[in-house]
Nanobody, 130 residues
Framework: QVQLVESGGGLVQPGGSLRLSCAVS?????????????IAWFRQAPGKEREGVSC????????RYADAVRGRFTISRDNDENTVYLQMNSLQPDDAAVYYC??????????????????WGQGTQVTVSS
């Protein structure tokens, strides 16, 4: 099991931007590296189910985006800092949610489905309001 801690959430106006960070730790003791994991972002708005946003897998050279965010959000990773980022531009009210990062050991990022992810952060709140 690895630990994930999100940060960077906050309040922005429609059309604004935020950059979320996901710090990943606890895997080096097991002999793993960040590249052994698919790291994904999910979000959950009040009264709605948790939905996938984006995923990055260095091992499989794969990046996925949900249709709702493609072209506006960009996922990236810094292996030296063991951190995954989500740059969110042109934010809209429908983007408001608690954003979570999650890890899937050996995952290829083929599916943005909560069932494939074992380790989760506690989330960071993103509010989009004028």
């Amino acid at each position: 099991q690895v630990q994930l801690v999100e940060s960077g959430g906050g309040l922005v106006q429609p059309g604004g931007s935020l950059r979320l960070s996901c710090a990943v730790s606890g895997f080096t003791a097991s002999g793993f590296t960040l590249d052994d994991y698919a790291i994904a972002w999910f979000r959950q708005a009040p009264g709605k189910e948790r939905e996938g946003v984006s995923c990055i897998s260095t091992r499989y050279s794969n990046i996925r985006y949900a249709d709702a965010v493609r072209g506006r959000f960009t996922i990236s990773r810094d292996n030296d800092e063991n951190t995954v980022y989500l740059q969110m531009n042109s934010l809209q009210p429908d983007d408001a949610a608690v954003y979570y990062c999650a890890a899937d050991y050996g995952g290829p990022c083929e599916m943005l489905d909560t069932r494939y992810y074992d380790d989760w952060g506690q989330g960071t709140q993103v509010t989009v309001s004028s």
